[in-house]
């Protein structure tokens, strides 16, 4: 073992890692390969993490943005995030086998955003510019007299001009509740009859890995997030950690650890974005173990995820 620390101790979040909408989706394109065989298709990043990706790539999977650069008769996979009205319509087109990854939570927010669209009610969509999800979402809405407006911030709605009397909102599922609780209340100030999801769209995961980090933070001086630069909800953990004055730092794997920064550290805690794997927690645990540091429980509030998604019946039945 190797002194790199002395007296560190380590403590992990619960929950942490895969959910359960990730999970299916990495399960969906893992069976698709054993089924079919290379080569297979994915819109988008299946999820976002770069050794999953980088594992399925190994495997004959192609994540391609443009549905034109999928040969006719191929097979299809859409992504988590889920995609738009536009581009399954495309792919209908070109006579693919279709498999749907979009996370069962997503699909939620999209059957609402028809309802409204049908209604001509106008939604106001709060999410992230640019994320994968928002673009599938948005894509759902097709109304000859409504409009879907995207806010990310309390900015954006000082500039929102409705003059529909029926307004409705939805959030991006990777955002939490803390994130989208100031926005809501602002919208209700100026639409007071904005009509609210049934179910809160929040990702259960989302939210129970912030509270997670919450919990154990009060105990750390430093916070580790395993997860990509382009997950939503794992840059969403570093910024808790931040905002409580605690540093904290996004890491792919054991090998973006800096010693040297962690060396005076006493009570390091680690969680992991809902779309980075086990593998990548445990080598990132046994790589800090072997330079000296040792594992710690604190008193947590264990939140239980019991939530499972089955994968398309075609699938399971091949």
Request: charged share 25%.
């Amino acid at each position: 073992m190797n002194n790199t620390f002395i007296d560190t101790k380590l403590i992990l979040a619960t929950p942490r890692g895969f959910c359960a909408g990730v999970e299916r989706a990495v399960d969906i394109v893992n069976k698709a390969i054993d089924v079919f065989g290379s080569p297979i298709y994915v819109k988008h990043e299946v999820v976002h993490n770069k050794y999953v990706i980088e594992d399925l790539e190994k495997k004959g999977v192609s994540f391609i943005e443009d549905i034109n650069e999928v040969p006719k008769n191929s097979i299809l996979i859409y992504s988590a995030h889920g995609v738009s009205i536009e581009v399954k319509n495309d792919a209908k087109k070109r006579n693919l086998k279709i498999f749907d990854a979009t996370c069962p939570l997503v699909t939620k927010v999209h059957l609402e955003v028809h309802k409204y669209s049908r209604l001509n009610t106008d939604v106001i969509l709060i999410g992230h510019k640019g994320h994968p999800e928002i673009e599938g979402t948005m894509g759902q809405y097709k109304s000859s007299r409504g409009k879907i407006h995207l806010i990310e911030n309390l900015g954006d709605i000082k500039k929102l001009r409705i003059n529909n009397n029926h307004v409705a909102y939805v959030t991006q599922t990777t955002l939490s509740i803390d994130d989208t609780k100031g926005i809501i209340l602002k919208l209700l100030e100026k639409y007071p009859h904005i009509q609210s999801p049934v179910k809160s769209d929040i990702c259960y995961a989302t939210q129970n890995r912030q509270d997670a980090v919450k919990a154990i933070l009060k105990y750390c001086d430093y916070l580790l997030v395993i997860g990509s630069v382009n997950s939503s909800n794992s840059r969403r953990l570093v910024e808790l950690a931040l905002k409580n004055n605690i540093s904290s730092k996004l890491i792919d794997s054991k090998n973006d650890i800096s010693l040297k920064e962690l060396k005076h550290k006493k009570n390091i805690g680690i969680t992991a974005g809902a779309s980075a794997p086990q593998v990548l927690l445990d080598q990132v645990v046994n790589y800090l173990v072997e330079n000296g540091a040792t594992m710690d429980s604190v008193k947590q509030d264990i939140i239980i995820e019991d939530i499972t998604f089955s994968i398309p019946k075609e699938l399971r039945e091949l």
